[in-house]
């Protein structure tokens, strides 16, 4: 990325499955079969071909699962997008510093959308939801890794779920 090219970042409260966007992220489960929050909507509102995707995926590249902090491509199926960017994020621990593995789960979903030459990329607050990690804390990650990331991606929308995690989103992007 040139000095002079920067991404733009946007949040927005909404439903991920319905982002018009080139790619959206989906904050998977390691197995990459499906599962709740957004992984279950995501899944469901995109068909079978994702599913079918993901299964090669276990098959051949990924017999153990995706491992926390990498990203893969689908085909979007029937989502507005033009594929789905698989990534695992890390479950909080007390005890642990993790950030390391969430700021790669939103590193190499972007590295993954330059190799596909998606320009536009929505997000959802990855690790946020059933992993416990703590809202302010995981935006100020995720909006830090984006701005830092060296990418081609022209735009990143956070299309988040609440207006707690909107709110926690966008002081991270006033920061």
Sequence with gaps: MSPEIRTEIRTERGDITEAEVDAVVNAANSSL??????????????????????RELRAGRYPDGLPTGQAVATTAGDLP???????????????????????SAYRQ???VADELGARTVAFPAVSAGIYGWP???AARIAVETVRSADTSVALVRFVLFNDDVQAA????VRT
Excluded: M
């Design 81 to 103: 997008a033009r594929w789905v960017i698989h990534t695992v994020g890390p479950v909080y621990a007390k005890r642990e510093d993790r950030s390391h593995l969430l700021a």
């Design 169 to 172: 989103f966008e002081a991270a």
């Design 135 to 137: 809202i302010p804390d």
């Design 109 to 111: 979903s972007l590295r």
């Design 33 to 54: 079969l499906g599962g709740g929050g957004v992984d279950g909507a995501i899944h469901r509102r995109g068909g079978p071909a994702i599913l079918a995707e993901c």
